[in-house]
Each structure stands twice: as C-alpha cells, then as structure tokens.
T-cell receptor, first 119, second 110 residues
Framework: GAVVSQHPSWVICKSGTSVKIECRSL??????MFWYRQFPKQSLMLMAT?????????EQGVEKDKFLINHASLTLSTLTVTSAHPEDSSFYIC???????????????FGPGTRLTVL | LAKTTQPISMDSYEGQEVNITCSHN???????ITWYQQFPSQGPRFIIQ???TKVTNEVASLFIPADRKSSTLSLPRVSLSDTAVYYC???????????FGTGTRLQVFP
C-alpha cells in the first residue's frame, strides 16, 4: 500500500506557541489530503480537507485561523496549530488519496500520527 | 449527522473467526465502505474496501448486504496481534461527509 509519513511523531510545547506538523505522501502524488484529530478512546474526527494548490475546507466547529493548513505540493501538506493551548492536546493524523473522489474507490492511506501535548 | 455505529468491544480467542458489524443506514449512494485497524498511538491501517456483496483479500472479508445499510468485517482465525481497534469509514448521504464509525475494540486472548 501507499506510504504516508508525518513529522514530528510527538511534540511538547508551551501554551501560546505555534506547532507545525508535516504530512508527506512518499510514493504517490496526493491530490487530496485530510487532517483528523483523535482524543483518547474516541474515534477520528475530520478537521479539514485540503487539495493541492487551493484553500482547505474546514469542518464545522474547526477554527481555520487556529489550524492553518497548507497543501503546497502534491506530496506535502502542513498543519500549523497557532497559539496552542492545553485543550489542543490531541493525536493529529493525516491521510492522503491520489484522486479527489474520496471514498469512491480512492483509498485513504493514513500517516502514523503526531501526539501534541501543550503544557 | 447520521451516526455510524459499531459494538464498543468484542473478545475472542486465538484461532477463532471474528465478525464486526458497522451500521450505516444513511450511507452515500456512490461511496465505498472501508475498514481500518488501529493500534495505540498509530495511524489507522487499511484492511479492506468494498461497494457491495462480498470482497475478500489476504487478511479479511467484507460482507455488504444489498441495501448497504450495514457491513460486516470478518477476520478469519485471529491471533494475539489482531488485538486493536477496528473502524469502518463511510460517506453520509445527507452531508456528503466521510464519517468514521465509533470503533470496536477487539481483544484476542490466548
């Protein structure tokens, strides 16, 4: 299957700082990437969908000014958590597909996730 | 937003077959049904995907009835390493959003 990487795998930061998480598709071109957040013992919640070269589409309740997403190339998307607070502590996971027909035959491949802890 | 529900947990023993069902009674017409496996502090790993009837690969089978309002992931002869959380992923008919199921925590005992 296709490989998606994330960096860093974990990060600890102070409240008020910004954190950038990178998501890369290693062996395919990802037209569309997704960002999810997962709290302990809960399911994955979609935060936003990003298409290469265009603005991300955010889910209801997700602050676009707080969670900045950039999908500058077909292999890289970044999520920046700005002015992070303890309630932003979570497990952030990205996924990627090669097309735009999400869940219509284009399989989502997930990165390993990034554990963010805000002190 | 319609919920995509799964049993919270299941227990099994090594060598047994395990069937996990996902209820998605408002699934989008053109969407596939995808199942993932997730270990603690890792991203979900693709298991199998299907649109209707039955799909089988080297690790699992997926059964989808004609109305597509549910799906069943079948794991033949589970081992201890299959202990994980299993999620279905489907699209919602009304919102066109992709929704992960609530997840099923499978515990396999020796």
């Amino acid at each position: 299957g296709a490989v998606v990487s994330q960096h860093p795998s974990w990060v600890i930061c102070k409240s008020g700082t910004s954190v950038k998480i990178e998501c890369r598709s290693l062996d395919f071109q990802a037209t569309t990437m997704f960002w999810y957040r997962q709290f302990p013992k809960q399911s994955l919640m979609l935060m936003a969908t990003s298409n290469e070269g265009s603005k991300a589409t955010y889910e209801q309740g997700v602050e676009k000014d707080k969670f900045l997403i950039n999908h500058a190339s077909l292999t890289l998307s970044t999520l920046t958590v700005t002015s992070a607070h303890p309630e932003d502590s979570s497990f952030y996971i990205c996924s990627a597909i090669s097309g735009v027909r999400r869940n219509q035959g284009d399989t989502q491949y997930f990165g390993p996730g990034t554990r963010l802890t805000v002190l | 937003l319609a919920k995509t529900t799964q049993p919270i947990s299941m227990d099994s023993y090594e060598g047994q077959e395990v069937n996990i069902t996902c209820s998605h009674n408002n699934i989008a017409t053109n969407d596939y049904i995808t199942w993932y496996q997730q270990f603690p502090s890792q991203g979900p790993r693709f298991i199998i995907q299907g649109y209707k009837t039955k799909v089988t690969n080297e690790v699992a089978s997926l059964f989808i009835p004609a109305d597509r309002k549910s799906s069943t992931l079948s794991l033949p002869r589970v081992s201890l390493s299959d202990t994980a959380v299993y999620y279905c992923l489907v699209g919602d008919f009304n919102t066109d959003k992709l929704i992960f199921g609530t997840g099923t925590r499978l515990q396999v005992f020796p």
